[in-house]
């Protein structure tokens, strides 16, 4: 195994909102945008990291950051034994020349009023490296080297289209001849057919030039060819990391396996089939769910000891409870479905509220809890009710926070293995789990 390039420990970055002057002279709440969440990986020399994940999840966070763009809140980066956060002057100026970006679009990341030659020659500039005639030498060899021609060096960008202008923002990249490049979404605003030419000029310079990669996008099967391992990202956190093939065949992590069933697939057999798209949207990171992040979205949530549901069951009944405690069920509304002003017929109102929330038979005991959660929620006492579903449908996933064990493989889930701290937790919290009767909650 190569030695890691870039080390990655612990790394967060929160964004402060409220955070003015004003709002503090004023009082308001500072409110806390986890961005990126205490992430931990390493680029290895030469290889292709992937790091996947929904809009939002943090990818481009965590590229600024560890590029140092941004400034972190936590946690550490080392570049080539250099930690990145402490560096100034000389080394700075260093690591600026030996790592690189590359973002996303295309169309705003270049600059109308330059130039090809001067987009790509300015990190040159910046860093006093050569003449101005040696840079557009330079910048001639690279407009041929990424597949463009040196006779376009005076063109402006609006006279590319989008697959020559990444094509532009890589020469760039490229100029000052770096060791480690950091592709953010390179090609997420190209067509399909544009996406598959430029993915194949990153390969063949990453193999021509030994370049490390840290590859950004929000598509799985964009980073399959290109990446050696993939990391799998989900609110702020690394859920998944391991070698490309065996996140494709051998997902662990429920979220990967979601992303993955959520990919279109080209052979017929399958293009009919439901595919199962991962539920609801992500949660706002500035109020992440307690325990596992993924839980509220998760298709394998845990039941807790003694609870043997089929997943639907329990998974319908959590996301009641998650209505009840979120206060999203209308009781005065609903009270005025059941047409009942005096609110005296709760049984109408627990079989009007039960049918829009279920379509489906509960078992005895279920429907006897659920019934007398929703008997509470009639008589106005909503924390009666969600307390009713905590204390018999309360998983394992909203108590412990799962982490990433050491390995090659490693995932982020109370499924897989986990850290020994972790399990520790698991085991403690079972030992404190007391079964309670269906129905007969004990308030
Ligand atoms: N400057 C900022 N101030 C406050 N919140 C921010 C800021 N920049 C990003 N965020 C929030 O941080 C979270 C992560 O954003 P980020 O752009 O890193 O995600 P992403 O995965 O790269 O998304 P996308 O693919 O849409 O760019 C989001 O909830 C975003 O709204």
Known sequence: MTDPLVTVDDLEKYYYENDTLLDRLTGAEREAVRAVDGVSFEVREGETLGVVGESGCGKSTLAETLMRLREPTGGSVTFDGDPVFDLSGTDMNAFRRRAQVMFQDPFSSLDPRMTAGEIITEPLAIHGVGTSGERRERAETLLDEVGLSADQIDRYPHEFSGGQRQRIGFARALAIDPEFIVLDEPVSALDVSVQAQVLNLLADMQAERDLTYLFIAHDLSVVRH??????????????????????????????????????????????????????????????????????????????????????????????????????????????????????????????????????????????????????????????????????????????????????????????????????????????????????????
């Open 226 to 443: 290109i990446s050696d391992r993939v990391a799998v990202m989900y609110l702020g956190e690394i859920v998944e990391i391991g070698p490309t093939e065996e996140i494709f065949e051998d997902p662990k992590h429920p979220y990967t396996k979601a992303l993955l069933e959520s990919v279109p697939r080209a052979d017929t057999d399958e293009r009919d089939r439901t595919v199962e798209t991962i539920r609801g949207d992500v949660p706002s990171p500035r109020n992440p769910p307690s325990g596992c992040s993924f839980r509220t979205r998760c298709p394998e949530l845990i039941q807790p000891p003694g609870l043997d549901l089929p997943q639907a069951t329990f998974r319908g009944i959590s996301e009641f409870r998650t209505r009840i405690e979120n206060g999203d069920i209308d009781v005065d509304l609903r009270w005025e479905q059941v047409g009942d002003p005096d609110r005296e017929d709760r049984e109408a109102f627990v079989d009007s509220l039960r049918e829009e929330a279920f379509d489906t038979e509960l078992p005895d005991a279920e429907e006897e809890t659920v019934s007398e959660a929703i008997r509470a929620l009639a008589d106005g006492d909503r924390e009666t009710a969600a307390a009713t579903l905590r204390e018999r449908y309360r998983s394992p996933c909203e108590a412990i926070d799962p982490g990433l064990p050491a390995g090659e493989h490693p995932s982020a889930c109370l499924l897989n293995e986990q850290p020994e701290d972790v399990e520790t937790a698991r085991e403690e919290w079972e030992a404190d789990y007391e079964a309670p009767e269906a129905g007969a909650s004990s308030r």
